[in-house]
């Protein structure tokens, strides 16, 4: 299958070739040559210097090559449609740079011939490659004594099926056995290595002469030197491992794991873990890369992908594995993140899920009590017999089988290696933690924790929530990994061969597909490599499960229009069938405009208000998604019981003084007090002074008057205080459902008589305190409540006839309380403060006397209104008792 896959590649390098319209020629100087019937390498001869060592191709004409390294110590070099049949197999040079050179010979998928030479040595990393005429030279050069390749070359990770060593290669001890391996960078060969293609020229450089099909593999972002670390590594080194213990799943727990499923855009992204009851869990994380790896433990693993890939969202891929099966299953759960990020595990009934939303991470925050996590101490680095110095020695570790299945459906342990098949050490922690060191050259991912970051401590920008979002966007948005393309009238076919190759991709061609390519492109994602490829020649493509189908899109269009004829047809030619649904929480009429949305032509529905059900007809194929509707659709609304504490004060104080005195004078015979004089000989006098309070609670009387009563004075004093304290507390309580108004009202109806010529109506005059609630939950779990209060109250003392007037007080709002929070509406509140003073001018304004003409009447009174709202959302056991 490599061989094939290698064929390919060279396959479009010479047919690039073949299109340029450049025949290949000799060094400079030379004749031009007829080209033989077969091009042949006849011998290969090495040079051993003190520079290095040379190896010579020798050809009998000038020849294409393409050159890769699936491993730090192999240099390959495959060329096209050359024979070897003379040479031997194994070509011994045995020199400090090359120990010797592997000929053989495979057939490509066009039935040409492919020659391949396998370099065996210790420094094949450093090398040059030139052609020479009729012949290839390949120079390797001494390096020194030490014998050591410099540092920059050494690969930092091998690849699926490679071995790579040096310390640098090498995987950090401890690493977990049983781990999915990354799959082969897009920009490599179908071994894994970068890929250097290479047309004959004239030139004794390795360039690409004009018009060759180069690929051009992008650097990998990570440095040669950053092994991933593992729990063991991080122990070893000193450093503290954090394992977080999940919370404890409410309802029945979980024994097989049945999908993983990526949910979500770039800044709401989540990962749901489906399973057949709540999962109980152990998570961690790890650095360099950054993962996320989560423990599902008593589970197995019956999932149908081991990988799903996200690309997006700083969530690189998901990774599914059995780690244990004995005494306790465990499923290991391995996010690869592209850098650290918040995140919130939140349990469910059927499993759980990994929110990295903003508003998830800070919902988990708030809403979650303060605890402590279990940190492990810092573990001793492990001597070298494989004791760890603070482990138990009775404490034994658990075998981490492969999540092979046998053929009974039991787990089944796979074959290891020897590596493998090494002693695994556990490194107990303070606290009870075990963190299991596995053998070196095991590749199971284990957790990780955020740089810089614990998980009480989530720091999340608030500058998001206030600047410009997308809302829509309907471009298309590309995912894949970057590569960069340079093809001259290159065949068609053979490019998206090549794709197959670097991107993995399933592809099928359509006869009609052909025509040259001639591109350019550089560090573009390889899915809009494609589909820049496929508009630029009239294609287009179909996904069909796992494979591409590629064709023009004149003729997809036609098959489109054919499958959407040949289906109307079989709808119009199949017998409806007939079938009733009751239903229990939704309404008939309500559903039912809905179901006629989702029906096919020859469908109808018809329902029944008396017992709530719907008679459907329709064709068979349709019966599910209408039945998988109706049990959407027909669900228990969520319900809110609302709590209302309704307090109102009123406080009144008043307070009147008042005064009334009368004076009498008489001078007059009758009573012998005469003037005396001729006129006037009698007079009197009668003076009176009328305040006295509004409200009499006490008088104080006086009489002043001589024996003959010829003169009088009578004084009464008027005094009037009122205190009024009064509390008024009501606790209604009411239950509705979500989005339905729930109303409480509590007060007095005033009758209001009307007559007329014919008849005499009565109409009643609500005075009272009404109070009108809309909840509405939301996803977070909170609860938004449209609130109004009308306060109306009656005013019998300025009546209008026999009716009075209505005072009334509104208020009107939204808020957003919490499940089980307090929202306080305040701020009702009247205060009447008068003071009325009556008396005789003038003389009501001396100092001290003034009190004897006038009168001042003090009134003040307070009323102030609170209403404390407390929504709940209910259980259908609280919905039950509220309503009862």
Aim: charged fraction near 20%; charge should be negative; include cysteine.
């Amino acid at each position: 299958m490599r061989y094939g896959k290698v064929a390919i590649l060279i396959t479009i390098a010479a047919a690039a070739l073949r299109c340029s319209g450049n025949p290949p020629v000799s060094e400079p100087g030379q004749a031009a040559l007829s080209a033989p019937s077969a091009v042949v390498i006849n011998a290969i001869d090495h040079q051993e210097t003190p520079a290095g060592t040379e190896v010579v191709l020798h050809g009998n004409y000038p020849f294409s090559y393409t050159s890769y390294q699936p491993d730090p110590r192999t240099l390959v070099l495959e060329l096209l449609d050359v024979h070897v049949e003379g040479l031997a197999q194994e070509v011994q040079i045995g020199t400090p740079q090359v120990e010797g050179v592997r000929v053989s010979s495979v057939e490509s998928v066009d039935g040409g011939k492919i020659a391949k030479f396998e370099f065996r040595n210790v420094l094949a990393s450093q090398h040059s490659i030139r052609l020479d005429g009729h012949d290839l030279v390949v120079d390797f050069p001494s390096l020194g004594e030490s014998g050591n390749a410099p540092e920059q070359n050494v690969v930092a990770e091998a690849p699926a099926g490679g071995s790579a060593s040096g310390a640098a290669a090498a995987p950090a001890e401890g690493t977990p056995a049983n781990a999915v391996e990354p799959a082969p960078s897009a920009q490599q060969s179908s071994e894994g290595a970068p890929l250097e293609t290479v047309q004959p020229t004239a030139a004794s450089s390795t360039q690409a002469a004009p018009g060759s099909s180069e690929l051009k593999p992008l650097p990998e972002a990570a440095p040669a030197s950053s092994a991933p670390e593992t729990p063991a590594a991080a122990a070893s080194s000193g450093r503290q491992v954090k394992v977080t213990r999940g919370a404890t799943p409410s309802g029945s727990p979980a024994h097989t794991l049945l999908s993983v499923e990526a949910r979500g855009e770039d800044s709401e992204r989540s990962v749901v873990l489906t399973a057949d009851g709540g999962l109980a869990n152990e998570h961690f994380e790890l650095k360099n890369p950054p993962r996320l790896v989560i423990d599902l433990l008593g589970v197995v693993d019956r999932t149908r992908t081991k990988t799903v890939t996200v690309g997006s969202g700083g969530l690189s891929r998901v990774r599914v594995a059995q780690f244990a099966t004995k005494p306790k299953p465990v499923v290991r759960v391995v996010l690869d993140l592209t850098s650290p990020k918040p995140y919130a595990i939140v349990p469910t009934d059927t499993g759980l899920v990994v929110d990295f939303s903003e508003e998830g991470v800070r919902h988990a925050l708030e809403s979650a009590p303060a605890q402590v996590e279990p940190v492990a101490a810092p573990v001793a680095a492990e001597t070298p017999e494989g004791r760890a110095g603070t482990a138990p020695a009775a404490t034994e570790a658990a075998p981490a089988p492969s999540p092979e299945t046998g053929s009974g459906g039991e787990e089944q342990p796979a074959e290891t290696s020897a590596a493998e098949r090494a002693p695994v050490n556990p490194l107990v922690a303070q606290g009870g933690v075990k963190i299991e060191q596995q053998p070196a050259g095991s590749s199971q991912e284990v957790a990780f924790r955020s740089a810089g970051r614990d998980s009480g401590n989530v720091m999340i920008s608030q500058g998001g929530r206030f600047g410009a979002r997308a809302i829509s966007d309907t471009g298309p948005k590309y995912t894949g990994k970057r590569i960069s393309l340079n093809f001259k009238d290159a065949d068609l076919k053979d490019v998206f061969r090549l794709f197959h190759e670097i991107t993995g991709y399933n592809i099928v061609l359509d006869p009609a597909v052909s025509g040259q390519l001639t591109i350019v492109l550089e560090n573009v994602p390889e899915d809009q490599a494609l589909d820049i490829i496929l508009k630029n020649n009239g294609l287009d493509k179909v996904f069909e499960n796992n494979v591409i189908r590629i064709a023009t899109s004149q003729k997809l269009a036609q098959e489109a229009a054919a499958r959407k004829a040949l289906l109307e047809a079989q709808e119009l030619e199949e017998e409806p069938i007939t079938f009733t649904r009751s239903l229990s929480y939704a309404k008939a009429n309500d559903v039912t405009p809905i179901l006629k949305k989702i029906m096919s032509k020859r469908g109808d529905v018809i329902m029944d208000a008396r017992t709530n059900t719907l008679i459907i007809t329709d064709l068979r194929q349709r019966q599910d998604p209408i039945n998988r509707l109706i049990d959407a659709l027909d669900e228990q609304t969520p319900q809110v019981v609302i709590e209302a504490r309704i307090v109102e004060t009123d406080r009144e104080f008043e307070r009147d003084l008042g005064v009334v005195w009368g004076l009498r004078g008489e001078a007059s015979q009758a009573r012998g007090t005469q003037t005396r004089l001729q006129f006037p000989h009698n007079a009197s006098l009668n003076a009176d002074v009328n305040l006295p309070a509004s409200a009499s609670a006490g008088t104080l009387g006086l009489s002043f008057g001589n024996v003959l009563n010829s003169v009088a004075l009578d004084v009464t004093l008027d005094a009037f205080e009122l205190n009024g304290d009064v509390k008024v507390l009501s606790s209604p309580r009411i239950a509705t459902q979500n989005n339905q108004k729930a109303v409480i009202e509590q007060g007095v109806q005033i009758p209001v008589v009307s007559t007329t010529a014919t008849q005499i109506n009565v109409e009643f005059i609500s005075a009272s305190l009404k109070l009108e609630v809309v909840p509405q939950i939301t996803k977070e779990g909170t609860v938004i409540m449209d609130v109004k209060v009308d306060n109306s109250s009656p005013d019998f003392v300025n009546r209008v006839g026999d009716v009075p007037p209505i005072i009334t007080e509104r208020a009107a709002t939204q808020i957003l309380v919490a499940d089980g929070g307090t929202a306080v509406i305040g701020g009702i509140f009247k205060l009447n403060d008068s003071v009325t003073q009556a008396g005789v001018p003038g003389l009501s304004k001396i100092p001290g006397l003034g009190w004897l003409f006038k009168n001042k009447s003090i009134n003040r009174k307070n009323t102030e209104l609170l209403i404390f709202i407390t929504p709940r959302i209910a259980k259908k056991a609280e919905s039950q008792e509220a309503h009862s």
